[in-house]
């Protein structure tokens, strides 16, 4: 049986002194190698949710466990950030001066990585995502859709435990949302890691084993 990678115990976030409740107490689970997708109406939660899996904010309340640590705590957000998670976003997130090549090398910057073994390793990645031809181009001289499959190059520098997917899809055309959706279902089935996309699209979010719906900032499914 797969080990739980991530649990989630009464987690609940406020914003303006309790007026707003984007998390109502959350409990979730998720073992490694499973592929979950969250969706939900704009303000259930589901993003907020996502970013306290990342160990991207903190929770007003409950905990967010790593391996059966507490992130915040027994594991430094840093390093867990840094070395155990992967993130993708609707808007990419690229920097506009690095080239492709240079943006997936990003993630190594300070961690004592030779420069060589850093382009190697980012251009297997981007090759990989099939990119090879664009290694060279900036952000601007991309489409969306290869500005994205930069991104997931760039989630998977260091070798994550989960890769968490913020609406992926959500600045592409069909066409683009349907390739990309396949490169992220081949990298959880192939490298066997944690994948988790928030969505609001259901054709999206119907696509992984286990669909989680939300509403009000609570699990209703």
């Known amino acids: 049986m797969s080990e739980s990678l991530l649990e989630v115990q009464d987690l609940r976030k406020s914003y303006e002194d309790g007026q707003i409740q984007a998390l109502a107490g959350v409990d979730l689970s998720v073992k490694a190698g499973d592929f979950v997708s969250i969706s939900g109406a704009s303000g259930s939660g589901k993003s907020t949710l996502l970013h306290m899996l990342g160990g991207l904010d903190l929770a007003t309340s409950g905990n967010v466990l790593f391996k059966n640590k507490k992130l915040g705590t027994d594991v430094n957000l840093d390093t867990y950030r840094s070395r155990h998670v992967g993130f993708i976003f609707q808007a990419f997130y ?128």
């Open 94 to 221: 690229l920097l506009p001066s690095l080239r492709a090549i240079e943006n997936v090398q990003v993630p190594w910057l300070g961690n004592g990585a030779r420069g060589g073994v850093r382009v190697d390793k980012a251009e297997a990645l981007l090759r990989e995502m099939g990119m090879g031809h664009r290694l060279y181009q900036y952000p601007q001289q991309l489409s969306a859709g290869e500005r994205q499959r930069v991104a997931i190059a760039r989630s998977l520098a260091n070798d994550p435990d989960v890769l968490l997917a913020d609406e992926p899809t959500g600045n592409l055309d069909s066409v683009n949302s349907a390739k990309i959706m396949e490169i992220l279902i081949g990298l959880q089935a192939t490298r066997g890691m944690t994948l988790i996309i928030v969505t609001h699209e259901d054709s999206i979010a119907e696509s992984a084993p286990r669909h989680i719906r939300m509403r009000d900032g609570r699990i209703i499914s």
